[in-house]
Nanobody, 123 residues
Framework: QVQLVESGGGLVQPGGSLRLSCAASGFTLDYYAIGWFRQAPGKEREFVGA????????YYANSMRGRFTISRDNAKNTNYLQMNSLKPEDTAVYYC????????????????WGQGTQVTVSS
């Protein structure tokens, strides 16, 4: 069964950090670009960032650049979203997604999705 499973979400204070993981099972991520998206209550799903299948190129939405870092470990079939300097407006359900080939900031082109993990930034 093809699956992406996110973990690592939780409650964190403003200014804090979290690292989300996204583990794949049932397929290998070797040739898949990974995108991270988030969705806050009442809002549309928003692009966070993406990483190329080889891990040598990353791309971030403007509001996340400099605070968020995406990485991957293909040997572990896992990728990561490191989030620093978190703000209350970062509160959302975070999703990872995979697509063959080049990464994209469009959710519509991703083939596989995780179930999401809740991140809440609050004092």
């Amino acid at each position: 069964q093809v699956q992406l499973v996110e973990s690592g979400g939780g409650l964190v204070q403003p200014g804090g950090s979290l690292r989300l993981s996204c583990a794949a099972s049932g397929f290998t991520l070797d040739y898949y670009a990974i995108g991270w998206f988030r969705q806050a209550p009442g809002k549309e799903r928003e692009f966070v960032g993406a990483i190329s299948w080889g891990g040598d190129t990353t791309y971030y939405a403007n509001s996340m650049r400099g605070r968020f870092t995406i990485s991957r470990d293909n040997a572990k079939n896992t990728n990561y979203l490191q989030m620093n300097s978190l703000k209350p407006e970062d509160t959302a359900v975070y999703y990872c997604a995979a697509k063959l080939g080049l990464y994209s900031n469009s959710a519509a082109v991703y083939d596989y999705w995780g179930q999401g993990t809740q991140v809440t930034v609050s004092s």
